[in-house]
T-cell receptor
């Protein structure tokens, strides 16, 4: 089965909050990451959280980690049209395992 | 500004051709990776390298090989391209224990 799972699509209105969810399987992961991919580009690191933390906030981004349930989420406050992209969740052990990516569409 | 550079953004090759995808990083990173990205499948690891002249198979190495003769360069080789290798290829590098830096990707079409 998949190591990292995400839903494939999310659509929100401009100004609303977006919440992108992710589940992973390996409890020994030391870091969990969120990457953003804009059309035609590579992946850009957005934020990451160490596995002994349960929350990290960085401006409009909030990452929540529930280690017991192996659940990670990314909340984007006041979502803008420029936030439209594919968001990848990833867990890190010796290498990095990615989810399939969630395509966020922001409607005006 | 640190960088991972992939030599081509777009490539079109014929079935059966030998294809080289080049990746260069200027961060003196030990680790380098090749992924392919397909819709609905996310990123799948093809090969990675922990050091010069070292290589390890990822999840989907069949039909690919790699070369790492110098620390800064990691090449992905398709020995005989097939249409099912049409994909977006992403190279990444990292210092041991650190986060990944990705290149912009090479979109390969095999006809």
């Amino acid at each position: 089965g998949e190591d990292v799972e995400q839903s494939l699509f999310l659509s929100v209105r401009e100004g609303d909050s977006s919440v992108i969810n992710c589940t992973y399987t390996d409890s020994s992961s030391t870091y969990l990451y969120w990457y953003k991919q804009e059309p035609g580009a590579g992946l850009q690191l957005l934020t990451y959280i160490f596995s002994n933390m349960d929350m990290k906030q960085d401006q409009r981004l909030t990452v929540l980690l529930n280690k017991k349930d192996k659940h990670l989420s990314l909340r984007i406050a006041d979502t803008q049209t420029g936030d439209s992209a594919i968001y990848f969740c990833a867990e890190s052990r010796n290498d990095m395992r990615f989810g399939a990516g969630t395509r966020l569409t922001v409607k005006p | 500004d640190v960088k991972v550079t992939q030599s081509s953004r777009y490539l079109v090759k014929r079935t059966g051709e030998k294809v080289f995808l080049e990746c260069v990083q200027d961060m003196d990173h030990e680790n380098m990776f090749w992924y392919r990205q397909d819709p609905g499948l996310g990123l799948r690891l093809i090969y990675f390298s922990y050091d010069v002249k070292m290589k390890e198979k990822g999840d989907i190495p069949e039909g690919y090989s790699v070369s790492r003769e110098k620390k800064e360069r990691f090449s992905l080789i398709l020995e005989s391209a097939s249409t099912n290798q049409t994909s977006m290829y992403l190279c990444a590098s990292r210092r041991s224990g650190g986060g990944y830096t990705f290149g912009s990707g090479t979109r390969l079409t095999v006809v």
